[in-house]
Every structure is written in structure tokens, then in C-alpha cells.
């Protein structure tokens, strides 16, 4: 069974920075992806960003040069760097880990104030 679990959600000012982590634990394929999803009140989840086990990086329209996608492959984890919040980047994020079998942490509240 594998484990997400994630961290560093919580409420900021527009215009803030926030890091959130989701470390990987259990039988974990070496070449996987890993991701951000959030989801809004009333929305439909949305992919916020991605990278491979290889380091390749793909970004949300809504977050490209704000939001820093990376990972640790020696600790399976992954971090996201939030810069220059919105209080439209509110949401709960969520990490999610595949490699054909996917997984999703609890996920995380972010809450962004204007």
C-alpha cells in the first residue's frame, strides 16, 4: 500500500508565498509522476502541476511562473512553491502519485485572503 501525506497548507495574504510537501511512503514504482491537483468550493478538481520522476515539469495556465513544482526521487516527496498567492488559488490541494496504480493524499487547505 502506498502513503501520501501531505503538508505546509494554511491562510496567507494575497500576494504571500507558501510551500507545501507530500512525502510518499510504501511500495513506490522509481518511474512515476507526481502531482498537484486543487479543488475549489463548487469546482471540479484541476490539475495545478506535474513532474516526472525524471524532472519533467508541466503547469496550470493559471500558475505558470508563480508556482515552482519539485521533488526529492531519494525521499519520495514532492513540493510545490507558491508565490504571489491569489485569493482564486484557494482551495483544497491535493498530491497524487502513478505509475499505471494512482494514489491521492488527504490533501491540504489553502486559504488565500485578499
Known sequence: QVQLVESG???MQAGGSLRLS?????RIFSSNV???????????RELV????SGGSTNYADSVKGRFTISRDNAKN???LQM????????AVYYCNIRWG??????????TVSS
Open 9 to 11: 497548507g494554511g491562510l
Open 49 to 52: 502541476a506535474i513532474i516526472s
Open 83 to 90: 508565490n504571489s498567492l491569489k485569493p482564486e488559488d484557494t
Open 101 to 110: 496504480l494512482s494514489y491521492w493524499g488527504q490533501g491540504t487547505q489553502v
Open 77 to 79: 516527496t514532492v513540493y
Open 22 to 26: 507530500c512525502a510518499a511512503s510504501g
Open 34 to 44: 507526481m502531482a498537484w491537483y486543487r479543488q475549489a468550493p463548487g469546482k471540479q
